[in-house]
């Protein structure tokens, strides 16, 4: 059974910084594309990073330059590395698996995620 755990949210002010990440147990395919996702109250579910298993990765303009997205396959984790937070980057965040994957810009322009993490929640203050 696939299981995906999200850690690291929490509360910071506008200008810092949180990584979460998404530990992945029971999952054997290859050739499969993994991504963060966030989801405000009130607005819908967004693809906001992906790394696919070419090592390509796609982030969505909003969080471009300020979000890094990385995987250490040793580990089966899934990290995001946020700087720069502002407070509407506060929002529920998941990782996500897809399988079978076109490329990382599915995961930002629209796909369908077979995986979901429970979703840890990253709230930034003024």
């Known amino acids: 059974q696939v299981h995906l755990v999200e850690s690291g949210g929490g509360s910071v002010q506008s200008g810092g910084s949180l990584r979460l990440s998404c530990v992945v147990t029971g999952y054997t395919n290859k050739a499969f594309c993994m991504g963060w996702f966030r989801q405000s109250p009130g607005k819908e579910r967004e693809g906001i990073a992906g790394?696919?298993?070419?090592?390509?990765?796609v982030y969505a303009d909003a969080v471009k330059g300020r979000f890094t997205i990385s995987r250490d396959n040793a580990k089966n984790t899934l990290y995001l590395q946020m700087n720069t937070l502002k407070p509407e980057d506060t929002a529920m965040y998941y990782c996500?698996?897809?399988?079978?994957?076109?490329?990382?810009?599915?995961?930002?322009?629209?796909?369908?995620?077979?995986?979901w993490g429970q979703g840890t929640q990253v709230t930034v203050s003024e």
């Open positions: 790394l696919d298993s070419t090592g390509s990765i």
């Open positions: 996500g698996i897809v399988f079978p994957c076109l490329g990382a810009w599915t995961i930002v322009y629209g796909t369908k995620v077979d995986h």
